[in-house]
């Protein structure tokens, strides 16, 4: 049975850093994937489904969302390790609801909880903006400009409320404050999945 946890957060709430770290400092027990990075891999299997991915990818299309989620289970279900955390999921009403049905089918993978890494916009934009000035003019990343940072917060802020309510009623958001020091975020929030999923 391989347990899953998903963390959502702002841009800026350091998501990645925090679900890559766990699984480093975890690496016998637990795997992080990002969505992106789960969808290259299926690429670079040579599959049916990672040669379907290829051709919508290689248009600069948007993968389909059946794709998406069935990437997600695939990558899940041939993980490694039995606890498995993905960061940046689900971003959408639509991918949250979609996700359910299909883990309602799923014998093999438990959603043992969605943690919310929780930052103010202040502090987000002070961390993405920030990255940008500190950054030399050949690593800034296209994203990180303060026109592009709104955006970006409007369209994770705008299905939030819905995905909060989803998995309050199911009883698994867990929110952890995301605007102390790495270190502490990390430490509680290992802690907190070791114990889930019973590690």
Do not use: C, W
Request: net charge negative; hydrophobic share 40%.
């Amino acid at each position: 049975m391989k347990k899953l946890f998903f963390i959502i957060g702002a841009p800026g709430s350091g998501k990645t850093t925090d679900a890559s770290l766990i699984a480093k400092n975890n690496s016998d027990t637990i795997v992080h994937y990002s969505t992106g990075d789960m969808l290259r891999a299926e690429v670079a299997s040579g599959s049916e489904l990672g040669k379907e991915i290829d051709s919508y990818i290689s248009k600069g299309e948007l993968v389909p969302l059946e794709i998406v989620l069935n990437t997600i289970i695939n990558a899940v279900k041939n993980a490694p390790k039995d606890v498995v955390i993905i960061d940046g999921f689900p971003r959408s009403v639509e991918q949250m609801l979609k996700f359910d049905k299909l883990l309602e089918k799923e014998d093999e993978i438990k959603l043992l909880s969605v943690i919310e890494a929780r930052v103010s916009e202040e502090v987000a934009k002070e961390r993405i903006l920030g990255r940008a000035a500190e950054a030399k003019p050949n690593e800034v990343r296209s994203d990180d400009n303060e026109e592009v940072f709104y955006n970006r917060m409007k369209v994770y802020n705008e299905p939030l409320k819905e995905i909060q309510n989803f998995y309050t009623q199911k009883n698994l958001l867990k929110v952890i404050d995301a605007e102390r020091d790495l270190e502490t975020i990390v430490k509680e929030m290992e802690a907190f999945v070791k114990e889930k999923a019973g590690i």
